[in-house]
T-cell receptor, first 110, second 118 residues
Framework: GEDVEQSLFLSVREGDSSVINCTYT??????LYWYKQEPGAGLQLLTY???NMDMKQDQRLTVLLNKKDKHLSLRIADTQTGDSAIYFC??????????WGAGTKLIIKP | GAVVSQHPSRVICKSGTSVKIECRSL??????MFWYRQFPKQSLMLMAT?????????EQGVEKDKFLINHASLTLSTLTVTSAHPEDSSFYIC??????????????FGPGTRLTVT
C-alpha cells in the first residue's frame, strides 16, 4: 500500500533554515501537503503543492517536489522558536484519503 | 475561514461509561468528516470516514459498535466512545473537507479532544 516516510527529529539553531524531508510511494497523488502540529493541539494545514509543480514558495516556507524520486521537502527560512512543532507530510490517495508520515519533530536550539 | 471546532477539548471518564465528542465545521459545509486517533508521539490513525446522512465507513480494526459515529448535518459529526476502557485513552482529532468544484482537496482539522479513561 501507499507509504509516506519522514525522519522523526530535526534540530536547528534559531535563525538558521530548517529542511524537513519526506518520501512517498504513490506516484498518482495529485496533491501533497504539509501540516503543523503544536503540542497538545490539532493539525494546521501549512501548505500544499500540486503534483505538476516543482516548487512553491509562501513567505518563509518553500516546498520542493521531486516527482521522479518521490521526494518532498519543506524549507523554513529564519527558523524561530514559534516554529517548534511536529511537521507531518501527507499525500492523497485515489480515495481522497490522506496518507500520513510519522511526523518530524522540529527542535529549535537558541 | 475553514475553522473546525471540537468539544470537549479534554474529558476524563470512568471505565464503562460513554463519552460523546462533537466536531463542527464553523464556517463551511463539509461533504465528509473524518475521525482520527493519535497515540503519543505517533502519527494519526484514520478511524472512520463519515458522509452526512449516511453510515460511516470504518477502517479495518476499528470497532463500529464501540466508536459510534453520527453525521447529522453538513456541519456536525459526533463520535461516541461506548463502554470506555483505559486503552481508549487517546487524542481524538476530527477533520472536515471543503466542498470545492475545483482546486486542491483540503482537510481542515479540529483542535483535538484528549480522552482519559480511569
Amino acid at each position: 500500500g501507499e507509504d509516506v516516510e519522514q525522519s522523526l527529529f530535526l534540530s536547528v539553531r534559531e535563525g538558521d533554515s530548517s529542511v524537513i524531508n519526506c518520501t512517498y510511494t504513490d506516484s498518482s497523488s495529485t496533491y501533497l501537503y504539509w501540516y503543523k502540529q503544536e503540542p497538545g493541539a490539532g493539525l494546521q494545514l501549512l501548505t500544499y503543492i500540486f503534483s505538476n509543480m516543482d516548487m512553491k514558495q509562501d513567505q518563509r516556507l518553500t516546498v520542493l517536489l521531486n516527482k521522479k524520486d518521490k521526494h518532498l521537502s519543506l524549507r523554513i527560512a529564519d527558523t524561530q522558536t514559534g516554529d517548534s512543532a511536529i511537521y507531518f507530510c501527507a499525500e492523497i490517495d485515489s480515495n481522497y484519503q490522506l496518507i500520513w508520515g510519522a511526523g518530524t519533530k522540529l527542535i529549535i536550539k537558541p | 475561514g475553514a475553522v473546525v471546532s471540537q468539544h470537549p477539548s479534554r474529558v476524563i471518564c470512568k471505565s464503562g461509561t460513554s463519552v460523546k465528542i462533537e466536531c463542527r465545521s464553523l464556517d463551511f459545509q463539509a461533504t465528509t468528516m473524518f475521525w482520527y486517533r493519535q497515540f503519543p508521539k505517533q502519527s494519526l490513525m484514520l478511524m472512520a470516514t463519515s458522509n452526512e446522512g449516511s453510515k460511516a465507513t470504518y477502517e479495518q480494526g476499528v470497532e463500529k459498535d464501540k466508536f459510534l459515529i453520527n453525521h447529522a448535518s453538513l456541519t456536525l459529526s459526533t463520535l461516541t466512545v461506548t463502554s470506555a476502557h483505559p486503552e481508549d485513552s487517546s487524542f481524538y482529532i476530527c477533520s472536515a473537507n471543503i466542498l470545492r468544484t475545483s482546486g486542491p482537496y483540503e482537510q481542515y482539522f479540529g483542535p483535538g479532544t484528549r480522552l482519559t479513561v480511569t
